[in-house]
């Protein structure tokens, strides 16, 4: 199993920026397409960002197109979320999953995603 460790939160005004990055624990880490979700106090845990295992594909909730941007480093085990133009309703742990093998590219229900990591804290002032 996959172990994931996200980091790069913090406090940030509106406008601002963050970039955020999830780091694995296996060699295969480039064979898995990997997701961003986050989930906001009292809310469910809702989809971000995908990326598919070579980088060649990626998609995004409608929330954050053209704010976002996902990518990642194989070389490194590393997935990263690049988030611009911070809004204060971005305000929410950010979390990174695996995308189960069994499931097909396209999804952003979060039962479809497992190893998920412990989340990071991402914070935007009005």
């Known amino acids: 199993q996959v172990q994931l460790v996200e980091s790069g939160g913090g406090l940030v005004q509106a406008g601002g920026s963050l970039r955020l990055s999830c780091a694995a624990s296996r060699r295969t880490f480039n064979s898995y397409n990997m997701g961003w979700f986050r989930q906001a106090p009292g809310k469910e845990r809702e989809f971000v960002a995908v990326?598919?295992?070579?980088?060649?594909?990626?998609a995004y909730a409608d929330s954050v197109k053209g704010r976002f941007t996902i990518s990642r480093d194989n070389a490194k085990n590393t997935v990263y979320l690049q988030m611009n133009s911070l809004k204060p309703e971005d305000t929410a742990v950010y979390y990174c999953?695996?995308?189960?093998?069994?499931?097909?590219?396209?999804?952003?229900?979060?039962?479809?995603?497992?190893?998920w990591g412990q989340g990071t804290q991402v914070t935007v002032s009005s």
């Open positions: 990326i598919m295992w070579s980088g060649g594909s990626s």
């Open positions: 999953a695996v995308l189960r093998k069994t499931t097909s590219w396209g999804t952003q229900n979060p039962s479809d995603f497992g190893s």
